[in-house]
Each structure stands twice: as C-alpha cells, then as structure tokens.
C-alpha cells in the first residue's frame, strides 16, 4: 500500500481533490514532506506509517513524533510516490 491509497483517489499524488494535504490537524495546505513512522509496541519494524506535511507543519509533526520515539524517516513528497518503497497508511 502507498501513501496515496488511502487519500482518496487516483494512483498518483493528484487525484480527483487535487494534491495530497498536511495531516496537521485543522491544515488543507498541499503537503510536501512525508514523515515515516511506526509504533514498536504494536507494528513491525519494517512497517512504515505515513504522515504528510506542508512545509509550515513539517517540524512540528516531526518532533511530535521524535518526542513519543514514533520518528522514523523524513523525504520529499516525490521520494515517497508509489513504488518508492514507502509504505503508509
């Protein structure tokens, strides 16, 4: 599974709603950074979660998860595009 499975469209970045947006809660700005992810105590460690950032949210979003030692990875949008290897939900 991609990134891009669960935003509700096309195969790709832009599906029918446009571009892939910040998962910071109350934000609609187009994402630009993928923040890698999991939780040891329940995914395995080769699972990857995925959340999206714009460039206003990205540090935010990083540390919150770098504070609760969920931090992972982070890449450009593009890096993370299906068939990267990136999995995400």
């Not at 109350?26 to 460039?55: F, M, Q």
């Amino acid at each position: 599974m991609s990134i891009f499975d669960s935003l509700g469209g096309g195969t790709g970045p832009q599906g029918p709603t446009g571009p892939p947006k910040c998962s910071r809660k109350g934000c609609r700005a187009d994402a630009s950074v993928a923040l890698l992810w999991n939780n040891p105590k329940i995914h395995a460690p080769e699972r990857r979660k995925t959340w999206l950032a714009c460039a206003d949210h990205a540090d935010w979003l990083e540390n919150y998860l770098s504070e609760r030692l969920l931090f992972k990875e982070r890449m450009p949008l593009q890096d993370a595009a299906p068939g990267s290897g990136c999995q995400g939900e």
